[in-house]
């Protein structure tokens, strides 16, 4: 099962909106609404920040919002603040049970 | 409060074995499906092996499929991993999260390293 591709980085001044892309395929991201995308501060675990495509767990910021079309899915940070900086990484369910991540990408707020 | 403890990280020479444990409290242990995911310094992140509520069911990467093996007691509100065979590839923080529906990754631990290396 190949990773799933995303940036390598993106960036953007505080207040600006950004959006992280997360490619698969029919067999992982196209084919299932199972797409999480989770954030990860530098020496700290990695944090559930979406789920199933587009829903947010209690307590994270509504300026964080996901979608997808097709194969590609996207995480869209409105309104990004300092506290925003870390890695983000997608996965996605890609059938009987196996989860796929993409290869992270780093938001650095400008 | 949710928590996830892991521990059994450490240093291994190549071809050795480790026992990762995972002790979880702040949620009812034996109804959820639980995995191990791992991080290879500075790279992304792996899932390694899942588990369903009830153990009866395992799933593996092929990364590791024959060599590693995941499991639970639910009496214990405890995960384990049993790797043997290890390689240098192995290297990483792993990390133990509740897997509540087989989908995504509510809860994280805050990870135990393993280091392969003669």
């Known amino acids: 099962q190949s990773a799933l591709t995303q940036p390598r980085s993106v960036s953007g001044s505080p ?3 950004v959006t992280i892309s997360c490619t698969g395929t029919s067999s992982d ?23 199933d495509v587009t829903k947010r767990p209690s307590g994270v910021p509504d300026r964080f919002s996901g979608s997808k079309s097709g194969n590609t899915a996207s995480l869209t940070i409105s309104g990004i603040q300092a ?16 989860k796929v991540f993409g290869g992270g990408t780093k938001l650095t707020v400008l | ?19 990762l444990s995972c002790a979880v409290s702040g949620f009812t242990f034996s109804t959820y499906s639980m995995s191990w995911v791992r991080q290879a310094p500075g790279k992304g992140l792996e899932w390694v092996s899942g588990i369903s509520a009830s153990g009866g069911s395992t799933y593996y990467a092929d990364s590791v499929k024959g060599r590693f093996t ?7 509100n405890t995960l384990y991993l049993q ?17 509540p529906y087989g989908e995504y ?6 990870g135990t390293l393993v280091t392969v290396s003669s």
């Open chain 1, 15 to 17: 207040g600006q909106s």
């Open chain 1, 29 to 51: 991201v196209g084919g299932y609404n199972y797409v999480s995308w989770y954030q990860q501060h530098p020496g700290k675990a990695p944090k559930l920040m979406i789920y």
């Open chain 1, 83 to 98: 506290e925003d900086e870390a890695d983000y990484y997608c996965c996605s369910y890609a059938g009987n049970y196996l």
């Open chain 2, 1 to 19: 409060e949710v928590q996830l403890l892991e521990s059994g990280g450490g240093l291994v020479q190549p071809g050795g074995s480790l026992r």
């Open chain 2, 70 to 76: 995941i499991s639970r007691d639910n009496s214990k």
């Open chain 2, 83 to 99: 790797m043997n065979s290890l390689r240098a590839e192995d290297t990483a923080v792993y990390y133990c999260a509740k897997d």
């Open chain 2, 105 to 110: 990754f509510e809860y994280w631990g805050q």
